[in-house]
């Protein structure tokens, strides 16, 4: 069996990745995913980041909080579909991680 491929939309907030992540996986047959919140963990880390009571975390902070949704998200979901052949479609990736975590 071949390994599936894995594919992610970036791009700016509000430009149509999640409406495309949704038409390609539907179309495909694919998981459909997103980062961070990919698991029932990546979901409880994103709703830390996005909660506005949160302001004082620190770039760090917040860099290792992506980096362990990240760790866990691939070893838990994109790796284990890859392995067995299905595609996944991603709405954003590291990329995101690095514009945002990187360079602000």
């Known amino acids: 069996?071949?390994?599936?491929?894995y594919i992610a939309f970036e791009g700016l907030e509000g430009c149509g990745k999640s409406t495309?992540?949704?038409?390609?996986a539907t179309r495909l047959n694919a998981v459909m995913?997103?980062?961070?919140?990919?698991?029932?963990?990546?979901?409880?880390?994103r709703n830390i980041l996005i909660d506005p009571a949160?302001?004082?975390?620190?770039p760090r902070a917040e860099a290792l909080m992506m980096a362990a949704d990240r760790a866990h998200h691939i070893a838990e979901l994109?790796?284990?579909?890859?392995?067995?052949?299905?595609?996944?479609?991603?709405?954003?990736?590291?990329?995101?991680s690095l514009a945002y975590q990187g360079y602000g």
Do not use: C, F, I
């Open 78 to 96: 994109v790796s284990p579909s890859l392995q067995a052949g299905r595609h996944v479609v991603s709405d954003r990736s590291v990329y995101s």
């Open 54 to 58: 949160n302001t004082n975390l620190s």
């Open 33 to 45: 995913t997103r980062e961070p919140g990919g698991t029932v963990v990546g979901s409880m880390l």
């Open 1 to 5: 069996m071949s390994l599936g491929k």
């Open 20 to 24: 495309h992540v949704k038409r390609l």
